[in-house]
């Protein structure tokens, strides 16, 4: 490899005075600034840059752009090592750290070529057939050493250190693509007053444009263009930006991306959603490869792609070249490759050419070969001749371009599953109608010259602008006049022998589609997943059209009647730093904190994540850890008052003449009958009859209801309310609305609870007699809305109050002040988990998606109730089993022992194995009985006072445990009642 040896010495968009250093395999190489990384490997010589899926044979830089099947590499170190990028899409840069992939030892001997040998038995569907015997499980012992042979890139296993974003935008019209047709559209709906959003994947604005030589008119018409652009306040040029999706409400999904090394604070890859009035397609078309013998090999090229390298990068990769076509098209690449000083010979498999052609041949010394194609290339790592149909002798070269015409861009605009409609004018698939609000200009739309490209985008920016409302006078169209030749293709594809690849980067042959139509595999869906057809990163760019013309010649039918695969997002693959954004660690989801956060930080809460939520775990002035503090603060409730902050309760609306209806409905226990005024604990059954949640509900007026859920289950019950009331009762005249985060809430529980209460909003009579148990008053507290509800968690006397969370701390505040003299602090929520095993109540530990209400004990609640969600399938005889699990407490049965959750439960003399009699679900010291307690859930042959061993494999303990009542405090309800 020599530096910048295949570059050519004058010419090209780059900016030679900015020479870049960069690494590939290890390999110090030079390029320039505006090379992209294929441009300048090409430049340096390098002709090798990866190995293929399957048989690991060379493969070398196919394209110039997103199409690109071959080149796939591995950018970066560490965290920012990034694998399987396109170098055809690398905007090359200072310092670029570059590694080959699939392959070892190395690139140039590459251990798994030897697979090639073995490529009869490496067919299509080769692993559905050879590798599931001689047993059952054989599969599992071939898949590791499979997947290790197949592959590509590996990504690394650092932190990625960079920034990423996720963006939202709008645009009156965007318009993807920006080549002739795109510049053209975008300028026409800027005139007409619209804001412009003008979307390019690569690091330049042109298209084909690029591809002209400089000192041209296209170039010079070019560089007008993108003055006049920016020019307009009204116009986002959006460079390096790819749109990879489509979707409903004319919504496109944009990801940009910068390869150089990033600034401080500036992301390294943003997606972009952007909602737009219209959109224009401007996205081009892809040229098509042709299919003979041995066509993967390096030094076999897409002509548009050499055409680009030499004038848009000044590197001419090859110095002896055949350029084989179907088209007139690809003759332009013939005429700029002599001009830039290689050996061509054209081999045209038409056999009437145009004169003017053969004259421009005569005078720049081409070599004209008509009626004929290339059979076969010889060569390894780099192709070494070419011998055409019916010719004697073999061409010596270094460099074959090849063209098969042009297949119209329409992955994008397919992927809301509009199916593309064939045009015989162009012997390929074009977009069928457009939906509303939807226009294509250029080559996507079938016109392949540039003065179509400019006149249809000019038509399609004033019909987007005009469909926005933007009806501004449009000057006439910037007109270029070019002396292109016409692509219009000429297809009579000539049988092949050999291996001759159809899909380049996943090895698929010609000979495994006939394949896999003699096994069956006729459909285009099921050719592409037997095969593993256009299902590389490549997505089939190249591929997809000459593999329907052989599966049509296979059947017998036409292209249109084979059809097209679907397309679907993304349209290039996508780095999911750039979905995550910066919704990553800690802000993978959000976190939320309760009004009183800040006071809770403030006064010494060790704050604990529970779910989204941010919850005091203890307070450090009750103790010095969790264990001294919890038990601290026990205490408090059990004696004095405590302080608890529950806003994190799920909190929901319901209104409606038939709300009384739908708690009926969802709640096992009723709910039709709650008097105004009064509350009461419900329990929720999925539709299985398995319990889904449990929470307190208060009716607020005849029409109206305020339900509590837990936190960890707020969310799923405002979703499933909502689809019951969407498709199993629309009937009901019901609306729901979330309003947890409308209401600060928290909790004042202990024999000192009323006083306390009392004292802080005397306004209010709390007397037993006017607020009893599960009853409810509503008053003010500065101004704003004040509700409180006596219900008890802990046991204890206690009493939820809610208001306006703007208010939260304010009223925190006022009940911390006024209850000093009373006793009253804070409690977290490792306290309260404690009281409620103390008292019985059930909760998440419990309510884990395996138990009944008869499993918990709460089967009493229900009674003959009928008619609830759950309530049929919860009458399984197998969920009403005398020995299933039920719930039961658990003291120590010797001083100094302790419980631990999670726990196996065996009776006492049988083997310890398996999955024992039961196990513990929650534990707790419990100052009051002065040692440990738990909740578990038991057999139903284990009798309250029998004997249990609790083993505990992972921490090697066993202890003796006695089953009890699980309600250890006040079963009578002494406390909370008085």
Known sequence: MNSNSNRLAEGGRIDRGRPLEFSFDGSSLTGFQGDTLASALLANGVSLVGRSFKYHRPRGIFSAGAE?????????????????????????????????????????????????????????????????????????????????????GKAGLQPDPDRYEVRHAFADVAIVGGGPAGLSAARAAANAGARVALIEQDFRLGGQLLSERRGSEAAAWLQAMEAELKGFRNVSLMARTTAVGLYDGKVLGLVERRDDPQAAGQARQAFTILRAGAIIFATGAIERPLVFSNNDRPGVMLASAARTYVNRFAVLPGRKAVVATTNDGAWRTAFDLAAAGAQVTVADLRTTLAPALQAEASRLGIVVRAGTHIADLRGGRAVKSARLAGMGAEIDCDLVCVSGGWSPTVHLISQL?????????????????????????????????????????????????????????????????????????????????????????????????????????????????????????????????????????????????????????????????????????????????????????????????????????????????????????????????????????????IQGPDAATLLDRVYANGFAKLPVGRARYGVMLRDDGIVFDDGTTTRLGEHRFFMTTSTAKAAEVMSWLEFLLDTAWPDLRVAVASVTDEWAAMSVAGPRSRQVLAAAFPALDLSNEALPHMGFVEGEFEGRALRIIRLSYSGERAYEVYVGASAGEAAWRRLIEIGEPFGLRPYGVEALGALRVEKGHVAGPEIDGRTTLDDLGLGRMVGKRAGFVGDVLRRRPALGEPNRQRLVGLKCLEAGTRLSGGAILFKQGEARQGHGRGRITSVTYSPTLEGYVGLALLAGDVAVGDEVVAVHTMKNETVRASVVSPVFLDPEGERLHG
């Open 417 to 653: 599953g509009a199916k593309p409609v064939y045009r015989e004018d162009i012997d390929g698939f074009a977009p069928g109608p457009f939906a509303a609000g939807q226009f294509g200009a250029g080559s996507v739309a079938g016109g392949y010259t540039t003065a179509e490209a400019i006149e249809t985008g000019h038509r399609a920016g004033i019909e987007a602008a005009v469909s926005c409302g933007k009806t501004k006078p449009v000057p006439a169209a910037l007109e270029l006049q070019s002396a292109e030749l016409s692509a219009a293709a000429f297809r009579n594809v000539p049988a092949v022998r050999g291996k001759a690849f159809v899909d380049i980067q996943m090895d698929v042959t010609i000979g495994d589609i006939a394949l896999a139509h003699r096994e069956g595999y006729e459909s285009v869906e099921h050719l592409k997943r037997y095969t593993t057809l256009g299902m590389g990163t490549d997505q089939g760019k190249t591929s997809n059209f000459p593999a329907l013309s052989a599966m049509a010649a296979l059947r017998g039918t036409t292209i249109p009647e084979t059809g097209t695969t679907t397309f679907r997002p993304p349209y290039t693959p996508v780095a999911i730093g750039a979905l995550a954004g910066r919704a990553v660690g800690h802000h993978f989801k959000p976190t939320r904190r309760t009004p009183m956060h800040e006071w809770h930080v403030a006064n010494g809460a060790d704050m604990l994540e529970v779910g989204l939520w941010m919850r005091p775990y203890f307070y450090r002035g009750a103790g010095r850890d969790v264990n001294e503090a919890y038990v601290a603060e026990m205490h408090l409730v059990r004696e004095a008052a405590g302080l608890m902050d529950i806003s994190t309760l799920g909190k929901i609306d």
């Open 68 to 152: 690109e099947p071959n080149a796939l590499v591995t950018v970066g170190t560490g965290g920012r090592r990034e694998p399987n990028l396109p170098a055809t899409m690398l905007e090359l840069a200072e310092g670029m750290v570059v590694e080959s992939q699939n392959r070892w030892p190395s690139l140039a001997f590459d251990v798994q070529s030897l697979n090639s040998l073995f490529a009869p038995f490496l067919s299509a569907g080769f692993y559905y057939k050879t590798f599931m015997g001689p047993t059952r499980r054989a599969w599992m012992f071939y898949e590791h050493f499979i997947r290790k042979a197949a592959g590509l």
